[in-house]
């Protein structure tokens, strides 16, 4: 399993550091004139503008912007006046614009006004319209779908090191765990996530969505959520689309260096933190082979069973030899712990020349953050027999104290190159991320016929990797008649986790057994890759007077995916153990010709593995949308979308007795009309409703016979694709026939927008679900659990949100900006009889059982607060934010489990930043995260019963710093 | 046989050339016969093809006639110019290494033959025969054989597996859900009817034991976990969390519906097992996911089991969920964890069982309450139960409920004693747990002691061995001396333990 070792790119490291040495010595040489950079968009549409005359009043030198409303003037240091003008928009006069010698002054978005709206020529000071919010604002307010976002100055403004901490701050978006994105509190099976606006693949295979917190801000331009659909976006969501795009012309000349920290007084110097010996290499974020499986992953390695009669054939001599290659640290130690810190790195800049602009733009991050949760627990607990009992009975108590030690080292370089009608894009992708756990927990168990307390030993370690290259153009015919646009990215990501070990010994005595579990060992290999070709053509015309937009394209997805768990038992025989995790493999233990009844490993993954597949998929799309105004004051988007998407697994059941060799398992051909409409009520005031259909489809892992076993919790995921049937196979409870689920969506949103960034906006959205599928129990088998296509469902949604300065209150507070988004959602899924009927059958007395319940995954409401400062003129930035999500269902309860609920996490944090010296050189932050001091938690709720927990675990409060200094 | 059928073809050919030419004006054609092979070789108790012969005449084909050895098989009508035949032979014990000579001849209209021979050595009959997927029909293995389980074998409901006495079955290697085992689903039953000088043998691939043998002659009796083991299900009343009608058995993935048990059916019969000896097994899923010796999900009264030993199976010995089932003269030796497990509400009777407790021995006896509204309680009587240094007497918990009368108990440890570096480690005692202190009242149940006998260490009285009251149906008696337990004749000359004089210390 472990052939393919992952490499760090040294080539292009080398490249990459002889660019910055290049960088650095060229920085200070040349040094005349200085250069002026802006960008031109027309107020009402959002848009840029071509062909704008701007025009140096002082020397009459000047330029004409480009199709990206763009322009470059270079000048002698001193103050000057640009006129901006064009063809039936009022003239604008910025005035102030100050040159520097060898210096480029980087100009806000400039938007220009119909001229019949306002007065003919405005006058305004560069200073003055410094507020990129806005110009995203003015986006937001003229974009003809619903979409939010959130933009490179604002995450400098709250200090967010990740996407993760910053796309959160948008309305309706939540993050679950620290990295995956819920928008308006649905989960992120329905929420979907791409980079620079391709599909790229999710990390965990459990997961539809990627982690977010793998993006480092500092190489994002913004952060797009559309939350309405239109035809040109892929099908498969209905929370949202998350867009992350990277940084292509950097306006200036940047190079950035910047150091962060973070303490957090729960976790770091701590002399109990738990940790093991990695390799060599942890610290980069990828394992050196230290954690390799002796075995090289093969699968015609000799069992115990064929050797056991003769240890020292040459069956048994291989045998000995790969028992005695598995590393033999089973148990965590101590160590104290350090804090958190990281370094960045990030350059670019863009080269003019007469045909052409280059731009280029790298980055390099590194992260080293340790965690340590003490008195975690992570509990079973399930309803009494008796129905007149209501309080919760303990299956399982596990508590104790655990490590992580979390790297993430990520690359992105750029090249952009811009002709006077075309625009293309290169840029490289790689993201490493390791993650080693280390725990200890203390076990008790009344489960399944088995009492017994025992001591726990956790040791885990995760990578991952992605890689990828977009490759896009932007061209434009007949001016901007025509406008086609074409990406092609190819990506692949791989998730190891190397030797999982896991071992638990039963107390007092110090006895391992079946009862308590054998140690055991874990290799899971996950690969996957991606090819996404997209191409879209807008072409640009007048409708009923007014500008139109029609827009077709088409895009292609595959998608394949290769993956394999091993694992293997360690029954210990006649062995006396002692109960120190790290003397189970000690040679004199070790099964040998000698000792026969030794230590031994047993191979769970022989003859067949279910946990062994491969599956793909191929996506392909096509849509038409027209762009028109039918009235003065009404925009519309009419559009559809067409796909036809096949996904393909090979792989087998437990026995084999069912063998799929690239067999279709899902083949859809759908058509997504999509309804847009935004009337202006009044100039800054528009009301929106949108209409659309969507899909939600299920993963590669739930269409498949996999049966994973988690040997912490014990518990079993088992692949869609089997049937569970019951009463002798006569009432059939799921027919592994596992299905999209589609979804329509409804939205009226009304907004009013005022300057200064301020604004308001009150919508509601209406969703109902045909076969959603959720995490279901299996009834015969209350450990395992399967997704399954259950009761139609719904969610009724409202949202409000507001950016409003304090200055209504006093003048004093005009720097203050209160920013508030809140969604409250009503979710409803019509329960399956077989649920129902579970229900019933494990009803307290008293309690009444309904035809409906909750949506899993969907949060009743989300709060996003906060307040923030700024002072462009004393550089002075602080925020306070505060974020809750409701008490959401997590897992669907059957039998006598009941349902598991995200308990809710108030986060409070606190962010200041300032910066410092010309030309704002360093810029420092300092922040608390966790301000409340609040515990991440899921607890089992019943009817008329305590809640207990099912997972508590302690983040802590932690102390942020960053500094960093431009050169 | 590709060789064969080219040259055949070639010489067809040639014929045909030669004939025609030389014979053209006359319409008398001849005959071919192709596709047999010349010669083929098999087991005894294989079978042959089928291969398919075909043969030509333009005159047009009148039979096939097959002879074997000289004396006629079988004829075919056969008509048209050209037809094909199957052809399939079954090797008998009888043709067990010999030559048999097959001959086919084709006959056209007007009299013309072919003939074609073929040769079929039959070797002898295989004393080990792999068995590698579900019985679906009725199935026997027959006395003298070795059947090795591929995989986890599943007689699936309707089919009959029928074992006869001396055979023996080995698992082979695998683990987790890759366990090899024999499962009799719900609708299915097995007749293994060993005898007392003849058992029927389950063990692993790596014993080396074979027909005739009682003791492994390679195997320590403490080898454990080897292979999976044999798995009884049925459908009578099992007490089940939430109140579901079926369960999925412990050591079987939920996927696999044949590992279903539970129902309403309390004489429900999954057939006989009588004289079995199951060793080596316990192969494991997950904690407590596990396969037993003798593991019996809702099996039913109509099931009749008798004389069964299992020895060092890395779970429990023999473990029943609910069911109604009975089982008489039981020796359970090495048990990985409990030898004698009840849960789910088991109504039924096991009587005259022998434990001898191994150093992986948790429990002697580990007895369950229900886990669902359905209650019932079984019988656990003489029974005679050797201890261990690790091992308890008894663990009564979960609202156990039953009768527990005539057991002796010996050679258990002070529950003050230390073991494994652990002082007072509360080995060698017999116990309630808190949820079932209630049900024990003394005489009137459901929970009822009677007449239990113990061979104390020296220092150990009858209270701290006999915790939560039970001490007052319990009496000290001198090794050997025991009025209650098993009796050891039923084990005689069929069990290991007893060829490996592990009967010495019972009566």
Known sequence: MNKKKQELPIKPLVVLLLIIAFQLITGFVF???????????????????????????????????????????????????????????????????????????????????????????????????????????????NAPNLLDGISSATFRQIGDGDAASAVKRVTGVSIEGGKYVYVRGLGDRYTKTVLNGVDIPGLDPDRNTIQMDIFPTNVIDNIVVSKSFTAELPADFTGGVVDIETKDFPEEKTFRVSISGGVNPSMHFNSNYLTYQGGKTDWLGYDDGTRANPTGGRTNIPQFAEVIGNPNGAKGQEFQQLLRGFNKTLGASNQTSMMDFGLGLS??????????????????????????????????????????????????????????????LGGIAGIALKTKASKFKLNFLHLQNGESKAGIFDYENSNLGANYEAKQYNLEYSQRGLSSILLSGNHFLKGKVWEVNWKLAPTRSTIEDPDIRFTRFRLPTNTISPEVGLPARIWRNLEENNLVGKLDLAKNMSLWNQDAKFKFGGSYAFKERDFEIQSFQFPTGTTPLDGNPNSVLKESNLFSATNRNGVRYNPDFIPNNPNKFQSNLTNIGGYASMEANPLAKLKTIVGVRVEKYTQFYSGTNQNASIVFNDEKVLDDLDFFPTLNLVLALKESQNLRFSATRTIARPSFKELSFAEIIDPITGRTFVGGLFQETTDGGTEILWDGNLQSTRINNFDVRWEMFQPMGEMWSVGAFYKTFDNPIEIVQFLSDPGSFQPRNVGNGTVLGVELEFRKSLKFISPRLEKFLWTSNLTFTESQISMSATEKRSRQLTAREGQKIGDTRDMAGQAPYIVNTGIAYSDFNTGWEAGIYYNVQGPTLNMVGFGNRTDTYAVPFNSLNLNVNKTFGADERIRTSLGVQNLLNDKREFIFSSYGAQDQFFTQLAPGMRVNFSIGFSF | MKKFTYALTLLTAFTLVFTSCKEEEKPDN?????????????????????????????????????????????????????????????????????????????????????????????????????????????????????????????????????????????????????????????????????????????????DEIAPGQVASPNLEPTQEGLWGGIIVL?????????????????????????????????????????????????????????????????????????????????????????????????????????????????????????????????????????????????????????????????????????????????????????????????????????????????????????????????????????????????????????????????????????KAGQLADFK
């Open chain 1, 347 to 408: 350059f670019g800049n863009q080269i003019v020349r007469p045909k052409a602009t280059w731009g280029y733009n790298a980055a390099l991050t590194y992260k080293n953050d340790t965690e340590f949760y003490q008195d975690a627990q992570f509990n079973l607990f399930a309803k009494p027999i008796d129905s007149n009992q209501n309080e919760l009975e303990a299956l399982q108590i596990q508590s104790g104290n655990y490590g992580v030690n979390s790297v993430l």
């Open chain 2, 234 to 498: 049925g459908r009578a009343k099992c007490s089940l969390a939430g109140d579901v009608a079926e369960l999925q058995i412990e050591g079987i993935p939920a996927s696999d519906t044949n590992g279903l048990y539970g129902g309403t059916n309390d004489a429900d019969n999954s057939g006989i097992l009588k004289f079995i000896s199951i060793r080596h097994g316990g192969a494991l899923i997950g904690a407590s996911n596990e396969i037993n010796g003798l593991t019996l999900g809702g099996v039913g009264s109509g099931t009749v089991i008798e004389n069964v030993e299992v020895v060092a199976n890395q779970d429990d010995g023999i473990e029943w969920f609910g069911g109604t089932v009975s089982v008489k003269n039981a020796l359970i030796w090495n048990s990985g964890d409990d030898a004698v497990d009840t849960d789910q509400s088991w109504a039924g009777t096991l009587d005259n069982f022998i434990v001898i407790s191994g150093v992986n021995t948790d429990h002697a006896l580990e007895i369950d309450g229900p886990e669902g509204a359905y209650n019932a309680a079984h019988t656990v009587k003489n029974g005679s139960v050797k201890g261990h240094p690790a091992t308890e007497m008894g663990d009564f918990r979960s609202k156990a409920r039953g009768t527990f009368e005539n057991l002796y108990f010996f050679n258990f440890p002070a529950p003050a004693d230390t073991y494994n570096g652990v002082a007072n480690a509360g080995r060698g005692d017999l116990s309630l747990d808190a949820a079932t202190v209630p049900n024990f009242t003394g005489t009137t149940g459901p929970l009822v002691f009677n007449k239990l006998e113990a061979t104390l260490k020296s220092g150990v009285t009858l209270t701290t061995a006999f915790r939560n009251g039970t001490d007052v149906y319990a009496a000290e008696v001198a090794l050997k001396a025991n009025t209650v337990g098993a009796t050891k004749a039923a084990f005689v000359g069929w069990t290991w333990a007893e």
């Open chain 1, 31 to 141: 040094a005349q004139n200085g250069t002026i950079r802006g960008a031109i968009f027309d107020e009402s549409t959002g848009e840029p503008l071509y062909g704008v005359s701007v025009l140096v009043k002082e020397t009459s030198t000047g330029a004409v912007t480009d199709f990206d409303g763009k322009f470059e003037i270079q000048l002698a240091p001193g103050s000057y006046t640009l006129q901006i003008s064009y063809i039936s928009f009022a003239t604008v006069n910025l005035t102030e614009v100050v040159v520097e010698s060898g210096k480029v002054n980087v100009l806000s978005d400039v938007l220009l006004k119909s001229e019949e709206s306002e007065l003919e020529t405005v006058t305004v000071s560069a200073a003055a319209i410094r507020t990129t919010e806005s110009a995203l604002m003015s986006v937001k307010r």
């Open chain 2, 30 to 206: 001849g005959v071919t016969i192709s596709g047999i092979p010349a010669t083929a070789k098999i087991d005894a108790g294989a079978k042959l093809g089928p291969v398919t012969g075909s043969a030509e005449g333009l005159d047009g084909l009148v039979s096939l006639a097959i002879t074997k050895d000289g004396a006629p098989l079988s004829t075919l009508p056969l008509t048209g110019t050209s037809a094909t035949f199957p052809f399939e032979y079954t090797a008998v014990a009888a043709d067990a290494g010999k030559n048999l000579v097959f001959e086919f001849t084709v006959t056209d209209t007007d009299g013309d033959v072919a003939k074609a021979t073929h040769v079929l050595s039959v070797g002898a009959e295989p004393t080990t025969i792999r068995v590698t997927s579900n019985i679906t029909a009725n199935t026997t293995w027959v006395t003298g054989k070795t059947y090795i389980l591929g995989s986890r074998i599943v007689v699936t409901s309707g089919a009959k597996l029928t074992i006869q006495k001396g055979v023996i079955v080995k698992g082979e290697a695998g683990t987790g859900a890759n366990a090899t085992a024999l499962v009799i689903a719900r609708g299915a039953q097995i007749d293994a009817q060993g005898t007392a000088t003849e058992p029927i043998i389950f063990t692993s691939v790596a």
